[in-house]
């Protein structure tokens, strides 16, 4: 059998506990000198189901499930192409929410208060498109639990939380939401690249590379540089 690198073990246990809805968190965008944080949040439509179906070679499309399902993992292991072909399985399989914070809010509030911020607005984006879709499901539900990526839980958010270290290589609702908001990320910084293309953002994506300080040093910052960033502040300034 094949191996699942990320795994429903957490949020199957949580669920066990009592918990109704188990949301997996993510973001992308902290270190690029440019364009947005993304985050996503996610959960399956159905986990017991997905349990059942991976735990079931009997099933006609067991193989095609689980090689699926071993694409959801930290986005950072995948390709880009990789990314793209399970993006849509990703929409199909999870409820998914989206939360965008731009370059001025990233350069008004700092950039880990704006992925703060873009994980708050993910989450909520979700919720309303579970109640959307599955309104008596949805308002039944009196525990929820986010599973935040990394060490640290969202400040100021009234929703239980637990900080999962490496989340995203461990749990499969955060490597979901991790897949989302990078191909989200990407797909808008592609976006910028046809209004600013000089910078190479279709390549780099906006992060400080060698061509992409080399573009900054020539034709100094645009619009959705990230003016306080140290090396585009420096350049700004001159």
Do not use: W
């Amino acid at each position: 059998m094949k191996k699942i690198e990320a795994t429903f073990d957490l949020e199957k246990e949580l669920l066990d506990k009592g918990f109704d809805f188990v949301i997996g968190t993510d973001e992308v965008g902290r270190g690029p000198l440019a364009g947005p944080v993304v985050a996503a949040a996610a959960v399956p439509r159905n986990l017991q189901s997905v349990i059942f179906n991976l735990e079931n070679p009997k099933d006609p499309n067991y193989e095609l499930l689980i090689t699926n399902y071993n694409l959801i993992r930290d986005s950072k292991k995948l390709s880009e192409k990789q990314r793209e072909n399970i993006f849509d399985f990703i929409r199909e399989n999870f409820y998914v929410g989206i939360g965008i914070c731009n370059h001025e809010t990233i350069d008004r509030i700092n950039i880990l208060e704006a992925s703060f911020l873009a994980m708050k607005k993910a989450t909520q984006d979700l919720q309303r498109k579970i109640n959307l879709e599955n309104p008596e499901t949805y308002s039944q539900a009196t525990k929820v639990c986010i599973l935040v990526d990394g060490n640290k839980k969202i400040p100021n958010f009234s929703m239980e939380q637990l900080a999962v270290i490496g989340g995203d290589k461990i749990c499969k609702s955060i490597s979901a939401a991790s897949i989302i908001a990078k191909v989200t990320r990407d797909r808008m910084m592609l976006e910028a690249h046809e209004k600013y293309p000089l910078y190479g953002f279709e390549r780099h994506k906006g992060y400080g590379t060698k061509i992409h300080m080399e573009a900054l040093q020539k034709y100094g910052p645009c619009e959705i540089h990230r003016k306080s960033f140290a090396p585009v502040r420096r350049l700004a300034s001159h």
